[in-house]
C-alpha cells in the first residue's frame, strides 16, 4: 500500500480516523448489531459457535473485539491490516487479551496469504474493503469464501456507493462532513453489483442485511456444514 494510492498508508490519516472515536461513523453501531446478531443466530443456518475468526481491515480491531466480547467461545483471531499505526493500535488492543489475537501487515491488494493465515469459521470486515479497486474486491471475496469452513459466514459492514451523485453527496451531509472532504481512497462499489460479486465467490444467503444511506452490511455463507 502506498500513499501515491490509499490514504491509509500514512500515519495522519490512520491517526486521524482512530482520533473520532469508536461512534465514527455514525449509525456504524446499528450495522454492528445486526452482524453480531446474524453470528448470534446462525444466519440461515443452525446456531453454531464462533471459534476462529479473521477481520481484513482491522483497523484498531473495534469491530473483532465486539465479536470476541459477544462470543466467549473464541479460541483464536487474526486481524489483518496494511497501516502500521492501525497494526500497532491493534496489537496494543489485544495484548494480554483472553484470546488469542495475531496481528498480521499485510495489503489487501495483495491474496491473502491463506498458508500464514489458516481456516476461519467467520470472517468479518468492516469499512475497509471499499478501499480497494473494484477488480480486488471480487478477488478478496473469492479468498474469504476459500478461506472459510463449510457454513462458516462472511460479513463485510461496508461504506458502499449510491445510485446517484446527489444521494452521495446527501450522505455526506447526513453525516456532517463536505462532500469535497470525502476520503480520497474510497473506492465505492454499489450493493448490487456487490452481492452478485459474492454470489459468484460461491456464498449462499447472500443478502444486505442492513443499510443506512452508503452503509450497509453484505453478507453471505460458505455452504455445507453441519
Ligand atoms: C475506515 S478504517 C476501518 C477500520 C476498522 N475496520 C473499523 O471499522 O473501525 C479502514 C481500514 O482499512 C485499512 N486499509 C485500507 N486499505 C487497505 C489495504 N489495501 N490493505 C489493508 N488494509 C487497508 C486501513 O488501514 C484502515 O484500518
Known amino acids: 500500500m502506498t500513499a501515491a494510492t490509499n490514504e491509509w498508508a500514512t500515519a495522519a490519516h490512520a491517526g486521524a480516523y482512530l482520533d473520532r472515536g469508536p461512534e465514527w461513523p455514525p449509525h456504524r453501531f446499528e450495522g454492528e448489531a445486526?452482524?453480531?446478531?446474524?453470528?448470534?443466530?446462525?444466519?440461515t443456518g443452525p446456531v453454531r459457535p464462533?471459534?476462529?475468526?479473521?477481520?481484513?481491515?482491522?483497523?484498531?480491531?473495534?469491530?473483532?473485539?465486539a465479536v470476541?466480547?459477544?462470543?466467549p467461545e473464541v479460541d483464536s483471531a487474526v486481524a489483518v491490516d496494511a497501516s502500521p499505526t492501525m497494526v500497532h493500535a491493534a496489537r496494543q488492543r489485544f495484548a494480554g487479551g483472553a484470546v488469542a489475537v495475531q496481528v498480521v501487515e499485510h495489503n489487501l491488494e495483495l491474496p491473502l496469504p491463506a498458508h500464514r493465515l489458516g481456516r476461519f469459521d467467520t470472517v468479518i470486515s468492516s469499512f475497509a474493503i471499499h478501499h480497494c479497486p473494484d477488480g480486488r474486491k471480487r478477488e478478496l471475496y473469492a479468498e474469504a469464501a476459500?478461506?472459510?469452513?463449510?457454513?462458516?459466514?462472511?460479513?463485510?459492514?461496508e461504506h458502499v456507493a449510491s445510485s446517484t451523485p446527489a444521494i452521495h453527496a446527501a450522505f455526506f451531509h447526513a453525516i456532517?462532513?463536505?462532500?469535497?472532504?470525502?476520503?480520497?481512497?474510497?473506492?465505492?462499489?454499489?450493493?448490487?453489483?456487490?452481492?452478485g460479486w459474492l454470489e459468484?465467490?460461491?456464498?449462499?444467503?447472500?443478502?444486505?442485511y442492513w443499510k443506512w444511506r452508503e452503509e450497509a452490511l453484505l453478507a453471505g455463507a460458505r455452504p455445507g456444514g453441519p
Request: aromatic letters at 4%.
Open 146 to 157: 476459500a478461506i472459510l469452513e463449510p457454513g462458516g459466514w462472511f460479513c463485510n459492514l
Open 176 to 195: 456532517d462532513v463536505d462532500p469535497a472532504d470525502e476520503d480520497p481512497s474510497n473506492k465505492l462499489a454499489p450493493v448490487a453489483a456487490q452481492l
Open 34 to 43: 445486526v452482524l453480531l446478531a446474524l453470528l448470534a443466530s446462525g444466519g
Open 200 to 208: 459468484d465467490a460461491g456464498f449462499v444467503d447472500v443478502d444486505c
Open 68 to 71: 470476541l466480547a459477544a462470543h
Open 50 to 65: 464462533v471459534r476462529r475468526v479473521l477481520d481484513l481491515g482491522t483497523g484498531d480491531g473495534r469491530l473483532l473485539a
